[in-house]
């Protein structure tokens, strides 16, 4: 039984048949493989694209999605181990991932980092902590990577260009009000250098930098692949004859814990934003985003209104590629 916590755990060979995969899901959407079969949607924290994906998802392949929102409609739950159970959670997780093995077939998770201690939110303790105890597989609906983004984005990659290899990508920072989630930035790392592009991340200071686990990750595909990986803090240099920009915003790892004091900080560098002065140093990119995106904060309305913008196209591909990925893991198990 195989888990699909981080696309690091997966070779690109079984990536890349997951994705031929969800192109032929594309074509042929209805089928028959989840008939009979449950999956736990666990959500600790909001989702639009990926609860709606994964619901309907789900529902075209003949299954049955079960949506909980522990410590709203299903009880809290507690992830020490040997904890005394004084206050409000009220059951453990051992148990919650041990039902849930009994009544689905599949549980997933969004669970994203609770922003006070890196360390502890780099475990990725609650996603880990159901892989540990339940006996059937678990899916990431983000946590601190985003793994079904990533085969979305590479999807949507490979459909407007071909072959990725010896492609140029630029994964660029952009201002946000509020210090989010490292997610997609790390996973956009991870995913660009296992398919064999050339990968610079582009962000205004060294305090940007995101965690060297993702760093070395990304460092080692590029070896693998003998291609370059770049860390860059100059827009320019960052932006020119690129092929691919993916922007995205995240908080500093200097200020873990510390919004105000880094909001100080990022509010320096709102000119990060993309725009098209920025893309015209590309090479004819394409430029994409995760979703949400804040108008004429993150990115310019004649950015998102570009024929190059194909941010709708890869949320559209996350139903696919997730429906793909469902069906690997239950025909694995």
Not at 3 to 15: A, G, H, Q, V, Y
Not at 175 to 182: A, D, E, G, V
Request: with cysteine; proline share 4%; glycine share 4%.
């Amino acid at each position: 039984m195989k888990n699909f916590i981080s696309t690091k755990d997966w070779t690109k060979n079984e990536l890349q048949d997951i994705l031929d995969h969800a192109k032929d899901l594309k074509v042929n959407k209805f089928q028959n493989t989840l008939k009979n079969k449950s999956v736990a949607l666990l959500f600790f924290n909001p989702s639009m694209r990926t609860r709606t994906s994964f619901e309907l998802g789900i529902q075209e392949l003949g299954g049955y999605a079960v949506v909980l929102h522990p410590g709203k409609d299903a009880w809290p739950i507690e992830f020490k181990p040997n904890a005394i159970m004084d206050e409000d959670s009220e059951e453990h997780i051992i148990e919650v991932a041990k039902v849930l093995s009994e009544y689905c077939d599949l549980i997933a998770i969004r669970a994203f980092p609770k922003f006070i201690n890196l360390e502890e939110d780099l475990t990725d303790h609650v996603i880990n902590s159901f892989a540990k105890y339940a006996s059937v597989p678990v899916v990431n609906m983000e946590t601190i990577t985003h793994p079904c983004q990533e085969l979305a984005h590479i999807l949507t990659m490979q459909e407007k260009l071909g072959d990725l290899k010896g492609k140029d990508y630029l994964l660029t920072w952009t201002y946000h009000p509020k210090p989010l989630n490292t997610a997609v930035a790390n996973s956009s790392l991870m995913i660009a250098s296992k398919f064999g592009m050339n990968v610079k991340l582009l962000c205004p200071t060294e305090d940007y930098i995101l965690h060297e686990s993702y760093i070395n990750e990304a460092q080692h595909n590029c070896d693998q692949n003998n291609t370059s990986f770049e860390i860059t803090h100059d827009i320019d240099y960052g932006y020119a004859n690129a092929n691919i920009v993916y922007a995205k915003s995240w908080g500093s790892l200097k200020y873990y814990g510390k919004p105000e004091e880094e909001k100080i900080i990022r509010d320096k560098f709102k000119h990060f934003i993309v725009d098209k002065r920025k893309m015209d140093m590309t090479n004819n990119a394409l430029f994409s985003h995760c979703l949400p995106l804040r108008r004429n904060i993150k990115a310019t309305d004649e950015v998102m209104d570009s024929d190059s913008c194909v941010a709708i196209q890869e949320a559209g591909n996350r139903i696919h590629v997730q429906k793909s990925l469902l069906t690997k893991l239950l025909k694995d198990k």
